[in-house]
């Protein structure tokens, strides 16, 4: 009997999906490829090892495997991002007909998933480049689905991705139709770049306490306390890790503080420097980790300087008003790109839709998320709400005299500090980019506008 879809790929992430997908009753048809000494009969063995997956036909043979599908066939591809999507995208149009749809749910580039949709569009073949936010246990128990491409094929395949999608707390699925081209890779890029300031946020605010002398258990309580109005899955993993001891130590002081990263901050950030958006928060975050890479220079450069002992008074409910603070920003920038892009591709994102399917499963998941899904119906720019506004105004002092004791007791801070650094320029009536504009047109003949002429003509100046 054929399989209703097939899942190629069996590292962590394909298998929670094939057992989630088995789970919600579809008949399943799973493919891992043979490497010799490596990677023998995963298939095989994988399905014999989960009970859901009795039904499942396993193989690791591609022809045989797709033709195991009914037809139209939907395939979702979860293999690594990069060259191997194109190989095995290669090896399995070989055998696939018009009509079939491929769904790439891996952290594919949206560049390269909107040049595939068109390559396979060409054989009359359905690529759907699809995010899928929540790490293992997301896939397993119901991950933040990002489905991209052919609006038409997404009904055909919607009834699976719906069915194995997280739900919000209507019960309806966290999975939604974003868009054409690539916007589904697009926005889980975002979504990566978001996670990356929400990560470097609550390591700042850790950073902060430690430097006061309070110790992984206080620091875990004070955090427990934020749960009540600023619950989010990041905060609660965090208090977790907090908390976790190996023997009588803890394992987080154990762990070296060097950031690793698989790329999509750095290219979330390369496509903000592409839009020209003053996005600045994600690639504070992902400068934070790079330059927390380089501990060995960190080390030398530690011999060299000394540094100050921290004297700055910073109260819990100051840290917390800025984490408040610092948070509405990062939300507010990371929106504004997606409806940028949005606007510039006309892709037609539906914002608050697109918050809805982010408030369960995801890896940003939030009380805050929740808020921002009815905020962004009326209006994209976050910075026009009223709540938000009256928040705003109730943590920028905090933020402030934060920033200024994080400068002041040399605590790398740029996620915070950037922040309110940020706010300060974005409500700026007037900046110093006349002087730009003046140094642009001295050397380079660029020429410049004037204030107040309304025809908007370039002028030069003989200096
Ligand atoms: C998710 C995560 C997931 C993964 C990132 C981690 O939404 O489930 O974002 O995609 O954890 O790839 O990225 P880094 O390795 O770059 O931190």
């Given at each position: ?16 999906l094939s057992r ?21 009969d995963?298939a ?7 009970q ?10 591609l ?12 395939i ?6 990069g ?12 055998f ?17 998933t ?9 054989h ?22 990002m489905?991209s ?9 919607q009834?699976y ?9 209507d ?7 974003i868009?054409?081209e690539g916007?589904g ?5 975002i ?7 929400e990560m470097?946020?609550?390591?700042e ?10 110790s ?9 306390s934020?749960?009540q ?17 190996e ?10 503080d060097k ?14 420097a ?5 996005a ?11 330059l ?5 220079l ?8 000394s540094?100050?002992?921290f004297?700055?008074?910073?109260t819990?409910?100051?840290l ?14 990371g929106?504004?790109l ?6 510039q ?9 697109l ?5 369960g ?17 009326a ?11 009256e928040i705003?105004n ?18 790398h801070?740029?996620?915070l500090?950037?922040s ?18 003046a140094?642009?047109?001295?050397f ?15 002028l030069?100046?003989?200096?």
């Amino acid at each position: 009997m054929s399989s209703e879809i097939g899942l190629i790929g069996l590292g962590v992430m394909g298998k929670s999906l094939s057992r989630n997908l088995a789970q919600k009753g579809f008949k399943i048809s799973i493919f891992n490829r043979h490497v010799a000494g490596k990677e023998e009969d995963v298939a095989v063995k994988f399905q014999r090892e989960y009970q859901e997956l009795k039904e499942a036909q396993p193989f690791d043979n591609l022809g045989e495997f797709v033709k195991s599908l009914e037809t139209p066939r939907k395939i979702i591809l979860m293999v690594n991002a990069g060259p191997t999507v194109d190989l095995v995208l290669n090896d399995l149009q070989e055998f696939l007909e018009p009509q079939d749809i491929v769904i790439d749910g891996g952290n594919s580039h949206y560049q390269e998933t909107s040049r595939r949709m068109s390559e396979l569009e060409a054989h009359g073949l359905i690529f759907m480049g699809t995010g899928v936010s929540g790490g293992e246990e997301g896939a397993l128990k119901g991950p933040s689905i990002m489905p991209s491409g052919q609006k038409d094929a997404y009904s055909k395949i919607q009834k699976y991705l719906e069915a194995i999608a997280a739900r919000d707390a209507d019960g309806k699925p966290c999975c939604t139709y974003i868009g054409k081209e690539g916007s589904g890779h697009f926005v889980k890029m975002i979504h990566n770049g978001i996670e990356y300031v929400e990560m470097q946020l609550l390591a700042e605010c850790y950073a902060i306490l430690k430097r006061q002398g309070t110790s992984n258990e206080n620091i875990a309580q004070v955090f427990e306390s934020w749960r009540q109005d600023l619950d989010s899955y990041l905060l609660q993993i965090t208090i977790d890790i907090l908390r976790k001891k190996e023997g009588n130590d803890y394992l987080l002081d154990k762990i070296l503080d060097k950031a690793g990263n698989k790329g999509t901050g750095n290219w979330a950030t390369v496509s903000i420097a592409n839009y020209g958006q003053p996005a600045t928060l994600i690639p504070a975050a992902l400068f934070a980790r790079y330059l927390s890479f380089f501990k060995e220079l960190r080390l030398e450069t530690a011999e060299t300087f000394s540094t100050k002992k921290f004297s700055g008074e910073i109260t819990k409910d100051q840290l917390k008003d800025s984490y408040q603070f610092a948070r509405i920003m990062n939300h507010h920038q990371g929106f504004a790109l997606i409806h940028r892009a949005s606007e510039q591709h006309g892709w037609d994102i539906d914002l608050s839709e697109l918050a809805r399917i982010w408030t369960g499963g995801c890896i940003i998941k939030s009380d805050f998320m929740k808020e921002l899904v009815e905020y962004l119906k009326a209006d994209v720019n976050l910075l026009t709400n009223e709540n938000l506004i009256e928040i705003i105004n109730a943590t920028h002092n905090a933020i402030q005299s934060v920033a200024a004791a994080c400068i002041q007791g040399e605590i790398h801070a740029p996620c915070l500090i950037e922040s309110v650094n940020y706010f300060h320029g974005q409500k700026a009536a007037t900046l110093p980019a006349n002087l730009i504009q003046a140094q642009r047109d001295y050397f380079g003949a660029h020429t410049y506008q004037r204030v107040g002429d309304s025809s908007g003509e370039f002028l030069h100046t003989e200096w």
